[in-house]
């Protein structure tokens, strides 16, 4: 019996099973090919649970990744997991004055902000508990250097101020009390396509930081050049691999930002899915099989509740089923139990020959797995979540739905 199959046994199906040595291996990786002295964010939307946040923090090589949060909720997993608030960036396009209060009063001392708005916002938050906090200009530049991969910059866009025009918003913004402009975010593209489009993105971010912060006189204490590192998602293959972009990075950063090494200013990426995508596997069970108008439908007990709630993105599926060597395979559909035409994970994909009660093996599902997916839908219960180091089961947990009844007044 295979080692997914016993875990299977052991805590039933749909399973999903993370490994923390390729946690550790993904972080090292990262480190390797990024410049000495580069922080490095993770961004817990890829997957909060919180034993993969912790390994990613301690670092079993002494290098740690800080924390990217979009949410209270991501804020308490970070806690959780053992970051103190000062180690957290806080992101996204429409914090509430709630939310703000909550993370400043955990100690979050870094935001990236996307408007003059929002930047009042944390500084009318920071000042009720008397502490100024550091702004990060997220920038939506004007131009971008990659054509391929999915773009974050060059559109009109919810994030981020549009480079074109921050120069009439900076009055505003030194104006705001508790806030203190610190530098600059850019996240320009994801899951670029190659080494070159991931690197030529990071020049022309480099490049245009060091313009704006002269042009504008911006401060630049931090910046933040965003990431983009790649590795498949729900299909066989390996980690991106960039031997050039330490080089590269470095290059253009003695260039444009000749006082980086001495810290000035600090530099950050940020990663979600290189970091713990290879991680996690899924394994689900075969339900039935049937034959419709010629066409086969392979159901298993994994649908978009558990797994592909990120499709309507229209970007991320299909999956594929990890086959063994020299297996024999069929063309057929893999879809999920829900009671919905949209729960499709594959369309005529290949497959092995399977049946009822068979099991299959979603590879590189580490990331934007339950807590991407249309968890509640039909309410069926979540998977059950195992995180292993090589042999031993660290721990097995499942997220339980309730409900609670807020005061409904008279």
Known sequence: MSRHAELAARFGTPLYVYDLDEVDAARRELFDALPEGFELFYALKANPHPELVRALRQGSDGRGCRAEIS???????????????????????????????EAVRHGVRMFSTDSVTDVRRVGAAAGEYGVVADCLLRINSASASATTSIRMTGTPSQFGFDSETLADALPALRRVPGAR?????????????DEASLVGEFQHTIELAAELAQDLDIPLRYLDIGGGFTIPYAVPGERGSYPKLRSELELALDVHLPHWRAGDPVIACESGRFLVGGS??????????????????????????????????????????????????ESASLVGPLCTPGDMLGREIALPALGPGDLVSIPNAGAYGPTASLLMFLGRPAPAEVVVRGDRVLSASRIEHHRSYLAAGG
């Open 71 to 101: 949410s209270t909720g991501e804020l308490a997993a970070a806690l959780a997991a053992g970051f103190a608030g000062s180690e957290c960036l806080y992101t996204g396009p429409g914090k509430t004055a709630g939310e703000l209060a």
């Open 181 to 193: 402009v610190a530098g600059m975010h850019f996240f320009p593209l994801s899951n670029a396509r």
């Open 280 to 329: 996690g596997t899924l394994v689900a069970e075969v339900s039935n099989v049937k034959v419709s108008r010629g066409r086969k439908f392979v159901i298993i007990d994994a649908g978009i509740n558990t797994f592909g709630g990120m499709s309507g993105l229209g970007r991320l599926l299909p999956v594929s089923v990890q086959v063994e060597a020299g297996a024999q395979v």
